[in-house]
């Protein structure tokens, strides 16, 4: 299996005991609803890593360590699924370090999320980047869907929720929002405003995981996805919103889902491997 950044860690930077972040694949993909594929998404992003230079904006996130896990098995129900994620980034919470999960679909979050706040021992918020809200009840039958995914971290585990980029919901999305009190800015007001910075609600959480669902961004950045959504966030703009929301917090993990890899087209895996390169450069 390809490691993320293969090629460019020294036998140091890939130490399990002392990198700082740890690459989770979850080649999840259960209940897509439009566009297939998200479960090669995960070895289309470790593929193209390779591709990445160290250097990010002056820095080099990579000297802290990173080390590649092997695949999550999605093999079976998917709450089994979930209990096998969310024991990989508990175990890497617990370690001290910051669990980066690649996906698949967004479904995956479930686990990712509430084996990261197990190990924290304080409450954590969501940051999320997403065409979708993702706050359905279930969908086609299944409560564990990537369209239900956030409403049921907020419904059964309190998970404080901040929607970034979202223009795609139902009316019972919009409902949920106002009675789990999700803080968002929508992609229209972000993209027709231009805006680069956001900020969070006073009272949320210090300790932070960001989803970063790849349809956030507009198709003409990253076509590859299940639902590509037109209206999007640019590359740099996302990427600046996550940082601004994070300013005066810490992320404690993060994932990267949805991405559909096409064939003959490499644009979309790439741009997820620089976001997810990224992200760890916030951390």
């Known amino acids: 299996m390809t490691i993320f950044l293969d090629g460019e860690l020294s036998a140091a930077e890939t130490d399990p005991s002392t990198a700082r972040f740890r690459v989770i694949p979850v080649p999840l993909e259960r209940t897509v609803s439009y ?13 193209a890593s390779v591709e ?64 990261v706040a197990a ?16 706050l359905r009840l279930a969908y086609q039958g299944e409560r564990h869907s990537h369209a239900s995914v956030m409403r049921l971290l907020a419904e059964e585990d309190g998970i404080a929720l901040a929607q970034f980029g979202v223009r795609a919901l139902c009316q019972d999305e ?3 929002r ?18 680069l910075s956001v900020s969070l609600p006073a009272d949320f959480p210090e300790l932070v995981y ?14 590859a996805t299940g639902t590509p959504v037109p209206g999007g966030l640019g590359f740099w703009q996302a990427l600046s919103l996550v940082e601004s929301a994070l300013a005066g917090r810490r992320m404690v993990g993060c994932d ?21 390169y990224a992200l760890m450069s916030l951390a």
């Not at 190990?119 to 809200?133: E, L, S, T, Y």
């Open 178 to 195: 106002a009675r789990l009190g999700v803080h968002f800015v929508d992609a229209e007001a972000l993209v027709t405003g231009n805006t």
């Open 210 to 223: 960001v989803s970063f669902d790849l349809d956030g961004l507009d198709p003409s950045f990253l076509p």
């Open 256 to 276: 990267v889902v949805e991405l559909a890899p096409e064939p003959g087209s490499r644009v979309s895996d790439f741009t997820a491997a620089q976001v997810t």
């Open 119 to 134: 190990a924290c021992g304080a409450p954590v918020g969501i940051v999320q980047i997403d065409a979708h809200a993702d």
């Open 35 to 47: 566009g297939s594929g998200t479960g090669h998404g995960p070895a289309a992003i470790l593929e």
């Open 52 to 115: 990445l230079e160290r250097l990010w904006r002056g820095d080099q996130p990579c000297a802290a360590g990173i080390v590649t896990e092997d695949v999550v098995d999605c093999t079976g129900p998917l709450p089994e699924v979930m209990d096998r994620i969310a024991d990989r980034t508990r175990a890497a919470t617990q370690q001290g370090q910051i669990p980066v999960v690649l996906g698949g679909e967004h479904s995956l979050s479930y686990g990712a999320v509430r084996g």
């Open 174 to 176: 919009a409902d949920a």
